[in-house]
Each structure stands twice: as C-alpha cells, then as structure tokens.
C-alpha cells in the first residue's frame, strides 16, 4: 500500500523534473539507477530514501524541503479553493507553468499582475 507521504514526495519530483524539462531517463542517469526506478519514486511505489532524495535534490536544483511543501495542507485536508485537488498531477496546469516560465521575466511580471486582477475581479 502506497504511503500517502510517498505518494506526495514523487508528485513533488515529478513536477520539478517536468519544469526544469528533464526527462526520467536523464534524471536517472545523473543519479546513477535505472529510469523505471524513477517512475517508482514518483508514483508513490517505492519510498525514497534520505540519500537518494539528497542526490535527486542536488540534480533537480532544489532544496530536499521542495519534495514537502505541502504535506501539512495534504495531511490537514487543506482547501484549495477552485484548484484541482492535485495540481501537481494536472497536466493543463503544468503546461501553463512551463509556458508561464518561459515569458521574459518582464514580461511574465506584467502577465501575473494582470492574473492576479482577473481573479479578484472573479
């Protein structure tokens, strides 16, 4: 049985290897283990270990804390208002992230302003 912790920390891994646009196999190679264990990891299969997680951390950019933010919300049931239970698993919201990231930082300042209007607005 998958450990509701588990499950949340390769969501997490997920997402960042999605963003930053690594693919399994290379976060794999980098870290020194096979892509299917990768998959494992990220659908809450089989548990990272601390030193695992420390590598995948280093490979990703991200402090290890990145892979359990959240989990407070999760385990209290947390409200997420109008967003989808799990963001991190939608894949129409990632896709507007990657875009969102991809937008010269001016730019994008100008769009998340823009955002944040149109939903007070809401």
């Known amino acids: 049985m998958k450990h509701p912790v588990d499950v949340h920390v390769g969501k997490r891994i997920r997402h960042r290897r999605w963003v930053s646009g690594t693919t399994q196999q290379q976060l794999a190679d980098q870290v020194g283990i096979k892509f299917q264990q990768i998959q494992k990891y990220e659908t809450g299969m089989n548990r990272v270990s601390a030193s695992r997680l420390w590598d995948i951390a280093h490979v990703l950019g991200v402090e290890v804390s990145f892979f359990f933010d959240g989990l407070d919300a999760l385990a209290l049931g947390g409200d997420t208002g109008n967003m989808p239970r799990d963001v991190l698993?939608?894949?129409?919201?990632?896709?507007?992230?990657?875009?969102?990231?991809?937008?010269?930082?001016?730019?994008?300042?100008?769009?998340?302003?823009?955002?944040?209007?149109?939903?007070?607005?809401?």
Request: charged letters at 35%.
């Open 89 to 122: 698993t939608d894949k129409e919201a990632l896709d507007l992230l990657r875009s969102y990231y991809a937008i010269p930082e001016n730019q994008r300042r100008r769009l998340f302003d823009l955002a944040r209007v149109l939903s007070e607005a809401a």
